[in-house]
């Protein structure tokens, strides 16, 4: 393989893989410390891309639509937990698969209703709206290259987020004991709140920074879901580490995949994590 | 099982058997889809709720018997009844099979989602494979063609006579797991979902009974995807979809898991919703998926609980 | 002597850095009690978890019935003969008492990939389910869900279960555990009763019963034997006195 092209597989594989990290992260926080299986997970990937799109139009600025939509998505998540998730706490995993099976036909048409069934495009930001000349022929688009930037900054915010502030102590000892977080006086229903709200927001901003390449389309989400899902199974549930790991690994599997060998490019991920269950049941970092 | 349970079913063999006789033929076809559905509802619920095994990769058999039965009919031609009935199902048990014996290493949450995964791959398999028709699928033009020793009484093209076919299948189905459940078999897989640990103190190898009903699970899973294949004479990749295995998870659980009668309610509730719901609004998915967020939050075991007038003991 | 159902040398498990059990030895004969001792961490869960299987031993041998069982898995172990019960109740709960003991009886079926015959047919197997209820003293509350059991009752459920599949080494977990004066009473007779025809490893904190039942006693302390031998000679042990006996009499 010419060595411009593998770069360019691995700057896609890479970008890819960041995006999904995004996705995923907040799928690993929210089943590791709320111990909630959500499948309405992609449909909040899919609102944020909607909402980048009306948001984009309505203020012309594609960064100012980024900001109002990740309050807007902390806003959506407060309400959805506080409405419907915070019930699902006790229940089994059963109980929980189909609740939010239910929510992602509720958001599906929600969506249908508000914004209709067509495919939309967002525009890239106007000032990084070009190209990298890498040889005669071929470049690489400048907004890959931020979206990757702005993954990887935020998966730094999350570790400090989560390593080194009070915040991220309490979101760990909840996740480990849940009544002593609650008998030192700590308001647990808030900080589960704060938590989904999290996994949300991270899920709706993958949405919003993926818009521009990847357009907006009914569906979206369910596709992203479905490997969201893989990369938490090989990277460990609960674990943000191995979600990125992992989201990387599928990338850059993904991406070649389609390259080398085409006819069984959907299926190379689903093989990928055959083979990681056959070796590690519990997943790279997953505690066993 | 509660009597007015017992009675209900027994009226609603009954109505099933008369049905034919009054029923127009787009309600013939209906009521038809629902008892195949509630035949697949009662695989699922083999695996959901008497073993505690919780598959959402259930499409991948069910899937995988309807492409056999479009790959074993002659274009414009029927299929042997017997042999592609047997090919369909012994295919659909050797996929689950497979897929057991990886799947079942995992449990929990990993198993929900490996399961997941799997169905997907086998989803997107056929979905880009022009062979088999890719997303668009195949037609399967005529029905199977029924030979008892030489004499066709039967012709499956007539609505009627499918109908009758489902229905026996149904009850054949129905009374065969209510045997298994009774027997030690239908034992050991009650205690693995009440106690897996203590039955393996106990000195079952619980890792081969999960598998077994995996497999048998898969077969009558099989059995549906051939119905169904035969039935609406089209197979496409929506068949392997997780869609597929979503719907069937919810018919099960809203109809009250690990029940006798239970999937079968489900079925017919999600089937019958299903079709008032799209008589209200186009945008009846969205009633649809409220009704289940709401069931589950205020009818947590399901419709059968609403007929229990006794709860079971041992 | 008579050779030994159940025998163990140099029986070690690690966990990480942590060795829960440091080198053990031990020998159950039939016919006789032998209490296993010590205090809270000492590994004697972990002993028992290494003998039923359930753990693997990092070292060290094990031999049931002459054969060797190091690294068997928990149903293997089983299938041998040893039967174990556990500290923390550990049955069916939503099944009847009966169907509990009959549940662990079919387990000595040579399969239950059975799918025609009703379970409950099976004679020999309700038999077995019976005969261990009876020896509990449980047969009149057989039809008794396990969850509307008294505690007390429940632990004999624990070791009527172990009973049905008519193990002929039975590792019992604290079997007292939880249980009030009268209760304790019935379950030592119970175990008294049980002893002429099982090899019994005992795992208990109630002393009474302890030098009430043990023919063999064996002290642990932080994973190793401390002493080991006739419930006199421990008592008369000095280190036995000062780390676990003197301090706090039971």
């Known amino acids: 393989m010419d060595p411009v092209i593998f770069l360019i597989q691995v700057l896609n594989g890479v970008q890819y893989g960041l995006l999904l990290f995004l996705v995923a992260s907040g799928l690993t926080l929210i089943f590791g410390i709320l111990g909630i299986i959500n499948l309405a997970h992609g449909s909040f990937y899919m609102v944020g891309a909607y909402l980048a799109f009306s948001l984009t139009e309505r203020m012309g600025n594609f960064w100012l639509a980024l900001a109002a939509g990740v309050l807007l998505a902390v806003a959506l998540g407060m309400a959805l937990e506080w409405l419907v998730m915070r019930f699902l706490y006790p229940r089994d995993h059963l109980y929980q698969v189909l609740l939010t099976y239910g929510l992602i036909l509720v958001f599906e048409e929600a969506r249908s209703l508000i914004w209709g069934d067509d495919v939309h495009g967002v525009q890239v930001p106007a000032a990084l709206d070009f190209s990298i000349p890498l040889t005669d022929t071929l470049s690489y688009q400048v907004w890959r290259l931020v979206m990757s930037a702005v993954c990887l900054a935020i998966a730094a915010a999350m570790y400090w987020l989560i390593q080194r502030t009070r915040l991220g102590m309490m979101i760990r000892a909840g996740a480990v004991n849940r009544e002593m977080v609650q008998s030192l006086g700590i308001d647990i229903g808030l900080l589960y709140r704060v938590v989904f709200a999290l996994g949300v927001a991270l899920a709706a901003l993958a949405g919003m920074l993926a818009a521009p390449v990847s357009s907006v389309f009914p569906g979206m989400g369910n596709q992203v879901l479905i490997i969201s899902f893989v990369v938490v199974v090989i990277g460990g549930i609960g674990s943000v580490k191995g979600a990125l790991v992992a989201a990387l690994l599928i990338g850059l599997a993904d991406t070649f995949g389609k390259v080398l060998l085409p006819q069984l490019a959907g299926m190379v991920v689903y093989l990928l994590m055959a083979a990681v269950l056959l070796w590690r049941p519990q997943g790279i970092f997953g505690r066993t | ?314 | 002597m008579a050779e030994p159902l159940l025998r163990t040398e140099g029986l070690r498990r690690q966990f990480g850095g942590l060795a829960a059990v440091k080198s053990v030895s031990l020998e159950c004969h039939l016919g006789r009690v032998h209490a296993v001792i010590g205090p809270n961490g000492a590994g004697k869960t972990t002993l028992i978890n290494l003998l039923s299987g359930e753990l693997a031993p990092s070292a060290g041998t094990i031999e049931i019935l002459g054969r060797d069982a190091a690294g068997l898995a928990a149903h293997q172990i089983s299938q041998l003969g040893v039967g174990r019960s556990f500290q923390r109740t550990n049955i069916f709960m939503s099944f009847t008492a009966f169907e509990n003991c009959r549940l662990a009886a079919q387990s000595r079926l040579p399969s239950s990939m059975r799918f025609v015959r009703p379970a409950l047919a099976y004679r020999q197997v309700n038999d077995a389910a019976l005969r261990a209820l009876e020896a509990c003293e449980l047969l009149e509350r057989k039809d008794v869900a396990a969850a509307a059991l008294s505690h007390g009752e429940r632990r004999q459920l624990e070791v009527a279960m172990t009973l049905a599949t008519e193990p002929k080494i039975l590792l019992l977990d604290e079997p007292l555990a939880g249980m009030g004066a009268e209760e304790s009473a019935r379950m030592v007779e119970l175990l008294r009763k049980l002893a002429p025809g099982h090899a019994m490893l005992l795992v208990e904190h109630d002393m009474d019963a302890v030098f009430a039942l043990a023919d063999t006693l064996t002290v642990m302390v932080d994973g190793s034997v401390l002493a080991s031998g006739t419930p006199a000679e421990v008592r008369a042990n000095d280190e036995v006195q000062t780390a676990y006996l003197g301090a706090a009499d039971d």
């Open chain 2, 1 to 314: 099982m509660g009597r007015p349970l017992q009675i209900l079913l027994v009226i609603g063999l009954i109505a099933l058997a008369a049905f034919p006789l009054v029923g127009e033929k787009f309600y013939l076809q209906f009521v038809t889809k629902v008892m195949i559905m509630a035949i697949f509802a009662i695989s699922l619920d083999l695996l959901v709720g008497h073993t505690g095994l919780v598959s959402l990769g259930h499409a991948l058999p069910f899937g995988v018997a309807a492409y056999a039965l479009m790959l074993l009919t002659p274009e414009y031609q029927a299929a042997g009844f017997w042999t592609s009935l047997a090919v369909s199902v012994g295919v659909a048990g050797l996929a689950s099979a497979i897929v057991g014996a990886l799947v079942l290493r995992t449990s929990g949450i990993y198993f929900i989602m490996v399961t997941l995964a799997f169905g997907q791959m086998a989803y997107y398999y056929v979905h880009d494979s022009k062979h088999l028709g890719g997303s668009d699928g195949k037609y399967i033009y005529v029905r199977p063609a029924l030979e008892l020793f030489g004499w066709q009484p039967f012709d499956l093209e007539k609505p009627a006579h499918f109908y009758y076919l489902a229905l026996a299948l149904l009850v054949l189905v129905y009374a065969g797991m209510r045997v298994l459940l009774a027997a030690p078999f239908g034992r050991a897989i009650a205690g693995i979902k009440e106690n897996e640990h203590r039955m393996r103190m106990l000195g079952f190898a619980t890792f081969r009974y999960k598998l077994a009903c995996f497999v048998l699970a898969g077969m009558l899973a099989g059995l549906t995807g051939w119905l169904t294949a035969a039935h609406d004479g089209l197979v496409n990749p929506e068949m392997l979809s997780w869609h597929q295995s979503g719907q069937l998870l919810m018919m099960v659980i809203l109809g009250g898991m690990g029940t006798p009668a239970g999937p079968i309610l489900g079925a017919a509730a999600l089937k019958a919703l299903e079709l008032v719901f799209q008589g209200w609004t186009k945008h009846w998915q969205l009633v649809l998926g409220l009704f289940i967020v709401l069931s589950v939050l205020f009818v947590p075991r399901g419709l059968a609980q609403l007929f229990e007038w006794r709860r079971r003991r041992g």
